[in-house]
């Protein structure tokens, strides 16, 4: 970047430090060593996580959360639920997600390949079942305060089709946080996911902001926006074991769980994808939820206006696409041709 532009661009930069921006090497402000030094990105993470925890007050008495899942999420950092859907709707879910044609997207990272359509109400022609398991009420209440926004979540059928024979990294296997500010993620398993089967993993209590993972984040931050992994550039910081022993956190969990359990967790804490030594296909229903990291206010989200909310998922693609097709963004999701969701080929 240019003085000149950088210049230009400073009120911009400047500006963003106040959303939900992350990128240590696309915001001068955001990357500044300077900055980082004097403890800019360590207040951005206090200062969401204090508002994320005022949001979640805020929302309690209006989202169907028991108070276990509530302890659950504050010790750990997620949420698991066994036998999720009641078994007959469990069942038809199987059956439809499994056997289903589409015409998906696919993003591919190293030797995995993430395969989605959406699941939004105006999908229930084609979808029913997965539709009815996806907008269930409670799913999304978990979604939401675990987010800490009563907001739209963003949902999918989605299959992840991981060949070690590819000779390629898969970057989900290195643990990770997505970002600095709590977001949900959750995974509505299929079928059961074995140990070897690539099963989602997690640090437990790698969500809490505390002195040691403060520091963490202000050392990481001072190197970001020169590091030599790109994630960790654009605010995805990466963390091996010596770090979590600095942090006082214990070594990661891997989920395998049966069919028909739910799984939400905030992924500003650690976790990534466990490795397999063998080829699989996973098959699940996928939620997410991500908003401004540092307002007061819980709602006020347009997706959930009539007329927007049965296309809350197809908007995002096409918001996607729109900024991809002027040179915005990179086209991570690519539309694929038609095929069996399961199927283990993957487009060229």
Request: charged share 25%; proline share 8%.
């Amino acid at each position: 970047m240019t003085a000149l532009r950088r210049v230009a661009l400073f009120p911009v930069h400047l500006a963003q430090v106040f959303t939900g921006a992350k990128s240590f090497v696309k915001n001068p402000v955001i990357g500044s060593h300077w900055a980082n030094r004097h403890g800019l990105h360590v207040a951005r993470v206090r200062w969401a996580d204090r508002m994320a925890a005022f949001r979640r007050r805020l929302i309690r008495p209006f989202v169907d959360v028991t108070a276990d899942e509530r302890a659950q999420f504050a010790r750990d950092g997620f949420v698991v639920v066994h036998d999720f859907l009641p078994a007959e709707l469990y069942q038809r879910v199987r059956a439809e997600a499994f056997a289903h044609e589409a015409a998906p997207r696919e993003m591919r990272q190293g030797l995995a390949v993430t395969r989605r359509v959406t699941l939004d109400p105006d999908d229930a022609a084609a979808l029913p079942a997965c539709v009815a398991a996806a907008q269930k009420t409670r799913l999304k209440d978990i979604v939401r305060y675990v987010a800490a926004h009563y907001a739209q979540p963003f949902c999918y059928l989605q299959i992840i089709i991981a060949n070690p024979e590819r000779g390629e990294t898969d970057p989900q296997t290195s643990l990770h946080m997505d970002t600095f500010h709590p977001i949900a993620k959750a995974w509505l398993f299929l079928h059961d996911i074995a140990e070897d089967e690539g099963p989602f993993r997690f640090v437990p209590g790698s969500h809490k902001a505390t002195p040691r993972r403060l520091e963490w984040e202000r050392r990481q931050s001072i190197a970001a926006s020169d590091a030599a992994n790109t994630y960790t550039a654009r605010g995805s910081f990466r963390v091996g074991p010596e770090d979590l022993r600095q942090m006082g956190l214990p070594d990661p969990v891997p989920m395998a769980v049966p069919g028909n359990t739910l799984i939400v967790a905030d992924t500003h804490a650690f976790h990534g994808r466990t490795p397999s030594p063998r080829a699989t296909v996973r098959v699940e229903i996928y939620a997410t939820l991500r908003r401004a990291p540092f307002v007061p206010w819980t709602g006020l989200d347009p997706l959930l206006l009539p007329g927007l909310r049965g296309r809350a998922a197809r908007l995002l693609d096409a918001a996607r696409d729109r900024a991809a097709d002027r040179g915005l963004t990179g086209h991570a999701w690519r539309p694929v041709s038609r095929r069996r969701m399961d199927s283990p080929d993957i487009a060229d």
